[in-house]
């Protein structure tokens, strides 16, 4: 069975590029809906399902060093 | 659950101070990966370029040296001559490497200087606005080449740095990588550590480009430049090791 | 020791700056100045320091702003055309707060001229060749031996102010063949460790740039830099009065052009005409205030250079109209001729 993992994002340092969502291969992070945005005014990165394994392929994508990786 | 992936601490707690999906930050994060890696953050003087990474000083806690556009190749000769066993990182984009800085790296190659340099090959002037860089590929629009860059139009070809410096002497170490997606980017890491460790044992003048994005300038989303540098530059500039152990591969 | 050695002036600059604890130097071979580069080839690896000859002044003295930044004593020289690329280079180092040694021994321009010697760089040397505002201290020695002392001086100054000192000569000081005794160094230190790059343990990280993006900064340091040059002006001015006290007419010269004047008064004096010389040794600061006083006593200033005439609008300003200013001059390489000015001060003092 896969690993089972999560993610934690500093909202305030995502720039809502979707770099990180490019390399999900089980579609568990989107981004935040229009409207929905940090004090800087992007949207950001969220988890939308729980399948995520904890990869750290996100992370690893990430300008802005805005998310931690968890792993079982 | 574990912490299995955190941020660097090299960097200020802070965003990267470049554009949303910029290749800079993911590629500093590497470098500070590398340099985490073998210890030694404290010991690291970092060669910053004139170009969008100029800003590196507003988000990285190293001892940082800012030089003019360019020269950023000689002045990293003069920090490493004065202090030999300090790690050296020189980080330099594609106009101050390959254009203005022609000379001063070319000489800073063949001189063998032991050195780690970080070419950032974004194919464009970021911080200027956009205007076309040495290595804008062909067709490729930019702000002085708004028809997309022609060399029949007396505009020039887009210079391969990596097989331009292959054949110096001087040189021990060369790789070009890409940054277009997660493992590409885990390569780069390991490249840009390699060369660093090749400094520790004093091997010489290690030399690692990256294919990076520049989403602003290049009028992409972000995800749209990853793709670019995937299938448009990675065709033109191909990946993969140009020197290993002084010898051309 | 202080045993008396002949030497040429570049040998002299290059023996003094070594013994001043010059780490790294970085040249590129131009004529009249090569003597520099080849004796710290020789002499400065033995001492375990640093010579690279660079691929363009461009790099040399990027390399000297490397290697300032890790608080070695650094330094480059070239001639004139040399001396133009390397003006970016210096404006960077004034804006860095980095000390550096840059010896300029000037050759005929515009272009690239002859390799006789020239006062032609006066200009550039002291109203900044490279952009915004900056100074630096000038250096102009008239003998060999100043030539050796005034480069010791310059690594302390350097050091003192955080700002790249110019010894600022010619072809005629670098090539000719000088007895001198070189003093002690002054042994004074410098400390660096708030600035310095490397060896961190135990420090926040330090910065060495020009660049601030942030609204008012870069005013601000401008505005510091102020206060340092004004230290400089106050302190650092340096000048020669020969028989001036008397003296119905002054010559103003600096470097080879002084020499001349100084065989100039001699001769006059011996003739009957009360002459007197003023002679800067800094350029900058210039010696306004000594020769604003000197109009009090003198009616005729006589300026002396080997350029169609540059110092001379210095003299002008601090003359401020109180006194007639004369002029010689010896563009492009040529030398000024005692019974040339000889001539022209008869006739001068005739009326
Ligand atoms: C002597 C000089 N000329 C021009 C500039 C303006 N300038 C600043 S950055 C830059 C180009 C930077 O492009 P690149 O090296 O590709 O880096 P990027 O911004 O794309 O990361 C230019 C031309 C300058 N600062 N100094
Ligand atoms: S890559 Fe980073 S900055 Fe971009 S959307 Fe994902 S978490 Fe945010
Ligand atoms: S302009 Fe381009 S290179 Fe510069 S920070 Fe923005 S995306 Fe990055």
Not at chain 1, 40 to 49: H, I, N, S
Not at chain 3, 319 to 331: D, E, T, Y
Request: glycine share 10%; net charge neutral.
């Amino acid at each position: 069975m896969a690993k089972k993992g999560k993610i934690e994002v500093r909202i305030e340092h995502c720039k809502g590029c979707g770099l990180c969502i490019t390399s999900c291969k089980v579609d568990a992070i989107a981004l935040s809906n229009a409207g929905e945005t940090n004090s800087y005014g992007y949207q950001y990165l969220k988890m939308v399902k729980d399948t995520c394994t904890g990869c750290t392929l996100c992370a690893v994508m990430c300008p802005d060093q805005a998310i931690d990786v968890y792993r079982e | 659950m574990k912490k299995v992936y955190e941020r660097n601490n090299i960097a200020l707690d802070m965003p990267s101070p470049y554009c949303p999906g910029c290749g800079h930050g993911i590629i500093h994060r590497m470098v500070m990966d590398a340099i985490k890696e073998v210890g030694q953050a404290d010991n690291t003087i970092f060669m910053a370029p004139v170009g969008c990474s100029i800003l590196a000083y507003t988000y990285l806690d190293l001892d940082v040296c800012q030089p003019a556009h360019g020269r950023t190749p000689a002045a990293a000769t003069g920090v490493k001559r004065a202090l030999p066993d300090s790690l050296v990182v020189l980080y330099q984009g594609d106009g101050d490497l390959a254009a203005i800085g022609t000379a001063e790296i070319v000489h800073a190659v063949n001189r063998g200087e032991n050195i780690t340099a970080v070419f950032v090959n974004n194919a464009i002037y970021g911080m200027t606005g956009g205007q076309m860089a040495p290595t804008t590929l062909e067709g490729q629009r930019a702000t002085t080449c708004p028809e997309g860059r022609n060399p029949m139009l007396g505009q020039g070809y887009p210079i391969r740095v990596c097989e331009l410096l292959q054949s110096l002497r001087g040189l021990y170490y060369a790789e070009r990588t890409s940054v277009h997606d997660a493992k590409n980017v885990l390569k780069t890491r390991k490249a840009i550590k390699k060369g660093i460790e090749n400094q520790m044992a004093k091997k010489g003048f290690s030399f690692i480009e990256v294919l990076s994005p520049c989403p602003v300038n290049w009028g992409m989303t972000p995800r749209k430049a990853l793709e670019y540098v995937e299938k448009e530059m990675a065709a033109y500039y191909p990946l993969g090791e140009f020197k290993v152990d002084g010898k051309i591969v | 020791m202080a045993e008396k050695v002949l030497m040429k002036g570049n040998e002299a600059i290059a023996e003094a700056a070594i013994r001043s604890g010059l780490k790294c130097y970085f040249g590129y071979p131009i004529t009249p100045q090569n003597e520099i580069p080849a004796y710290m080839a020789a002499h400065l690896t033995k001492k375990g320091g640093t010579f690279i000859q660079a691929e363009s002044e461009i790099a040399a003295i990027n390399m000297v702003y490397g290697a300032s930044c890790t608080g070695a004593r650094a330094m480059t020289s070239s001639s004139s055309p040399g001396i133009s690329l390397k003006q970016e280079g210096i404006s960077y180092l004034v804006g860095a707060k980095l000390p550096a040694v840059i010896v300029n021994i000037m050759r005929g321009g515009p272009g690239l001229g002859n390799i006789a010697p020239s006062q032609a760089d006066y200009f550039q040397s002291v109203k900044g060749g490279g952009h915004g505002d900056y100074r630096m201290i000038v250096y102009t020695p008239e003998t060999v031996q100043e030539a050796a002392d005034l480069t010791m001086k310059a690594f302390d100054k350097a050091d003192e102010y955080r700002n790249p000192v110019l010894i600022l000569g010619d072809a005629i000081l670098g090539q000719m063949m000088e007895p001198l005794i070189f003093k002690e160094p002054s042994g004074r230190t410098f400390d660096k460790s708030s600035w310095k790059l490397g060896n961190r343990k135990d420090r926040p990280s330090h910065l060495i740039n020009s660049l601030s993006l942030s609204e008012g900064v870069v005013e601000e340091w401008n505005w510091e830099l102020k206060k340092k040059f004004d230290l400089m002006t106050e302190k650092e001015m340096m000048v020669e009065e020969y028989l001036t006290d008397d003296a119905d007419l002054v010559f103003v010269a600096y470097g080879t052009s002084a020499r001349i004047c100084r065989a100039v008064v001699n001769q006059s004096r011996k003739e009957g005409y009360k002459t007197g010389l003023i002679r800067p040794i800094t350029v900058w600061p210039f010696p306004s205030d000594v020769i604003s006083k000197c109009t009090r006593k003198t009616k005729d200033f006589f300026v002396v250079e080997m350029s169609l005439g540059q110092m001379i609008e210095d003299v002008k300003l601090a003359v401020l109209g109180r006194a007639s200013i004369h002029f010689h001059g010896r563009p492009g390489g040529g030398i000024p001729a005692e019974p040339d000015i000889m001539k022209q001060l008869k006739e001068i003092m005739k009326k």
